[in-house]
């Protein structure tokens, strides 16, 4: 095989399993934010994703007939939709939206939970957290769950039965990046399930962290949506994506305090 179709075959066998099925990309979308369900359809295109989470309390997706339904340009046959507890703050309200979308989406049973503190900061409520994830992976979902950078919180979440833990990098919607990579590291170096960083990523160079420090994926909404362009920034997200996971796999080389020649001096002519 020549070197050219060395990082071609590498990619092709790079799958990434969530819940027992495998997909080829690493990066996941909202659909929330954009002008129209057209920027939609296109930004989700570009962007390359197989995996997109629909906010269920803001999006049509069946449950108000006659109004534009996200499922016409998003069909459930060519991505999986991926449910999501947006704007709970209770652990009772989120176990009702995620029974809710398994109804619409006939029996469909991958949800993101997420239970949240506040609305300002749109940090996660633990125990709240605890308590719906408790409730649902007895009922049979797969759950997908954001949390805190808190490794601790991290390992508790999957020993619970969570399929994915999904640490955010910033708050909601900051496009600050990841602010705590050392914690994010910690709780991919101990994870036993995929890691996605979730929320808080601002631009191409975020996602390629996100992947250079060894998560399985990463899902963004607004740093996409938000952008000047959309659908030109869903395909640097891609790409981003792409880049940092095959960083990852070739290895970096050691941080070093000084210079290292590119070509060295042993055994040279002088």
């Known amino acids: 095989m020549s070197e050219s179709r060395i990082p071609e075959t590498a990619a092709r066998d790079d799958v990434f399993l969530l819940a027992g099925k495998a997909y080829r ?8 934010k954009y002008r129209d369900l057209e920027e939609t359809r296109r930004a989700t295109e570009a962007s390359g994703a197989e995996i997109v989470t629909v906010a269920i309390r803001r999006t049509n997706i069946g449950q108000t007939p006659g109004e534009p339904n996200l499922l016409d340009v998003l069909p459930p046959d060519k991505y999986t939709i991926l ?6 703050y209770t652990a009772d309200d989120a176990v009702r939206t995620c029974r809710l979308a398994r109804e619409l989406l006939d029996g469909h ?7 949240l503190a506040d609305p300002k900061t749109l940090y996660p409520d633990l125990v709240e957290t605890y308590k719906a994830a408790e409730i649902l992976v007895k009922d049979g979902f797969k759950v997908m769950v954001y949390t805190n950078d808190d490794p601790i919180a991290a390992k508790r979440l999957e ?12 708050p909601i919607g900051s496009g600050l990046g990841i602010r705590n990579p050392y914690n994010i590291l910690t709780i991919v170096e101990n994870a036993k399930v995929p890691i996605l960083v979730d929320a808080g990523v601002g631009t191409a160079s975020d996602a390629t962290i996100a992947m250079e420090l060894g998560c399985d994926g990463v899902l963004m909404n607004t740093a996409i949506a938000g952008a000047r362009d959309p659908v030109l920034m869903a395909s640097a997200m891609r790409k ?8 990852f796999r070739a290895g970096r080389i050691p941080r070093k ?6 070509s060295p001096l042993d055994g040279t002519f002088f």
Do not use: H, Q
Request: with cysteine; net charge negative.
């Open 159 to 170: 020993e619970m039965g969570c399929v994915a833990v999904m640490p955010l990098a910033a």
């Open 109 to 115: 049973d991958l949800v993101k939970l997420e239970v």
């Open 83 to 88: 449910p999501n507890t947006a704007m709970c």
């Open 25 to 32: 990309s690493r990066l996941l979308v909202g659909s929330g």
């Open 257 to 262: 305090r000084f210079a290292s020649a590119s």
């Open 240 to 247: 981003a994506i792409e880049a940092g996971r095959e960083a």
